[in-house]
């Protein structure tokens, strides 16, 4: 098993509690039964596993409830529970668990852009990795677009991950990742390598899960990407996407959501969430 004992050579605030995580049920939850050394085929099986099984969802910012970002919070509701999260839940869970493991993860933060050129705050968390003597681009709480597996940092480099396609390019002040549409490539989120930490992620938290501007206490966001097919619910909008083929969009009445989310996402919420969960879509009906 590995150990995360501090080195001396680490500041305690710059870590990810590691010894707070749950190997064996975050493993059982992911699914992964291979190895937990600290190897590029470990990350790799790692992060496609977690990406492949754990949601991405915002309904308790919809519903007004907390998001507490600690390992302990974070594994009752990713690992404990049939639930998701949105992305410092995923990757500061995730950056614990690679700690565990005998990674050394970085945090940095992003700027999603989603095709739009406006400047938007760097309010997306993912992680660098060194391993194996390169530098990896880490995510596994994008969302719909979000990456099966780490792509190294380089400029230029292409990555095909199940049937996406991925770019990683330099820019003037840091890099951007792309996917690729059917009409080129699509700018997702741009980001510096300046080192993020556990408290910079909680402030930019709090505001994203509690402001009335936050775009994640408006509306339900439930993302899960598979190997050839992402599903997708925004707001009332439930939609299936395959590459070489139009997105096939339907309306979900109020009533429907718990059940969906159930079905399609894995998602099983509370009777008092699911109720307040169809008031709220009918709200915004």
């Known amino acids: 098993m590995p150990t995360t004992e501090d080195d001396g050579l680490r500041d305690p605030a710059k870590r990810w509690n ?58 009752r509701k990713l690992v404990g529970s049939p639930r998701g999260g949105y992305c410092y839940e995923h990757n500061l869970l995730f950056a614990a668990v690679l700690e565990r493991c005998g990674f050394q993860p970085r945090g940095v933060a992003g700027r999603t852009r989603m095709g739009s050129t406006a400047l938007r705050p760097a309010s997306h968390a993912a992680l660098l990795v060194d391993v194996e003597g390169e530098t990896w681009l880490v995510d596994v709480g994008f969302g719909g677009e979000g990456l099966l597996e780490p792509v190294p940092l380089r400029d230029g480099v292409e990555a095909r991950q199940g049937a996406w396609d991925f770019r990683l390019e330099r820019e003037d002040d840091g890099w951007l990742l792309r996917s690729r549409h059917p009409e080129g490539w699509f700018d997702l989120y741009s980001f510096t390598t300046d080192p993020r930490y556990r408290v910079d992620f909680e402030i930019v938290n709090h505001y994203v899960s509690t402001h009335p501007r936050s775009p994640f206490v408006r509306r339900v966001v439930v993302q899960r990407t598979h190997e050839a097919s992402r599903t997708t619910l925004t707001g009332l909008e439930f939609v299936v996407t395959r590459p070489g083929s139009e997105p096939v969009r339907r309306t979900v009445a109020p009533e429907e959501c718990p059940e969906l989310l159930r079905d399609e996402f894995g998602i099983v919420l509370s009777e008092d969430q699911e109720r307040e969960l169809v008031e709220v879509a009918r709200r915004s009906e």
Do not use: C, K, M
């Open 18 to 75: 590691a010894e707070e995580v749950d190997l064996d049920a975050y493993l059982g939850r992911v699914g992964h039964t291979g190895s937990f050394d600290a190897t590029l085929g470990t990350l790799r099986a790692l992060h496609r596993a977690h990406a492949t099984t754990i949601p991405f969802e915002n309904v308790d910012s919809v519903l007004g409830s907390p998001v507490p970002i600690d390992v302990p919070s974070v594994l």
